[in-house]
């Protein structure tokens, strides 16, 4: 009698301590801040540092780490690579129905240069409506899906700097991922292109910025202009810089770790979203041209822009 007494009250003070550890495992933000740095060094452990955030706190700490890569001095390649790790890393970590506020801050806070490179490897990568083929999204689920999320990142850009820079890029990656190209009159891009605050915008987007970024041979001119931006980088010598192994293992496994023993995530969003990684990471960007490329753009050497440098002249500082 007194041995079951003695367990069951062991058994009571173990049960009692486990709300105890369970809240100590939380990271305070502030514990999470003083790791900014190790996370722009090794941009995968950006993952497990999400995960042990409050979901809360998960999208202003993204921004904290957006900002101290802004800061940082190195090459437009360098950056943006640092910037793409870094966020693909954190929506692997997204708490449970948090995954479309995070996606949000990622056109909120990263630079509009460093979106050109974001905005088409989310959407190969990430957020391809084709890459599950076990799953087929028709249009009008692909719709919602798109509307809806597009509806979270033009809620947090509202106020920012350049937000409907960032709005068109972020329309440009839900077009691109669809798998259809761009057409002005296409019931997707009416409907996020009507989500816009005017009408005058609207109109910019539609009939210049759109056409330009998701042309053939994608053109940010228009956009970059706009937001008075910095120089786009080379997306393939920053594609390099990114580390394509490492991304490959990251990607390997983001499916499984966004299920539980119940369901998936959150919405059908996330299912297309972070299923089987299958388009080759450099493939679809090998054959583009840096922005100075074309002499017949204002923004080519012969106009007074400085040129973009071939990988082969970098320092060895800009690579991994």
Not at 67 to 85: H, Q, R, T, V, W
Not at 133 to 148: G, R, V
Not at 217 to 233: F, H, R
């Amino acid at each position: 009698m007194k041995l079951k007494m003695l367990a069951m009250a062991s058994a009571a003070a173990v049960l009692s301590a486990l709300p105890a550890f369970a809240q100590e495992k939380a990271l305070p933000l502030a514990e999470a801040r003083a790791q900014i740095g190790s996370i722009v060094s090794d941009p995968v452990s950006m993952t497990s540092v999400m995960r042990q955030l409050e979901p809360e706190n998960q999208a202003s700490f993204l921004a904290d780490v957006n900002a101290a890569i802004s800061k940082m001095p190195g090459s437009n390649e360098e950056k943006a690579a640092k910037f793409l790790n870094v966020n693909k890393a954190a929506l692997k970590g997204a708490a449970k129905g948090n995954l479309a506020n995070l996606v949000a801050e990622v056109f909120a806070t990263v630079p509009p240069e460093a979106l050109t490179l974001i905005s088409e490897r989310f959407a190969a990568d990430l957020f391809n409506r084709n890459a599950d083929p076990t799953q087929t999204y028709f249009d009008d689920k692909y719709l919602e899906i798109a509307t809806n999320l597009f509806a979270r990142i033009e809620s947090r850009t509202e106020g920012t700097d350049d937000a409907q820079v960032r709005n068109a890029f972020a329309i440009a990656m839900l077009v691109r991922a669809s798998g259809s190209d761009y057409s002005a009159d296409s019931p997707l891009v009416d409907a996020l292109i009507g989500m816009l605050p005017d009408e005058a915008t609207r109109n910019e987007v539609k009939n210049e910025w759109l056409p330009a970024a998701l042309s053939e041979s994608p053109d940010y001119e228009p956009m970059l202009a706009e937001a008075d931006a910095g120089q786009q980088p080379n997306p393939e010598l920053a594609l390099q810089l990114s580390g394509p192994q490492l991304l490959d293992a990251m990607l390997q496994d983001i499916a499984s770790s966004l299920i539980d023993d119940a369901h998936r995530e959150t919405t059908p969003f996330s299912d297309q979203a972070f299923e089987s990684f299958r388009d080759p990471l450099v493939e679809s960007l090998g054959e583009q041209p840096p922005r100075t490329s074309d002499p017949s753009k204002p923004w080519s050497p012969s106009n007074g822009r400085d040129e973009q440098p071939d990988h082969e002249d970098l320092p060895n500082r800009y690579y991994y």
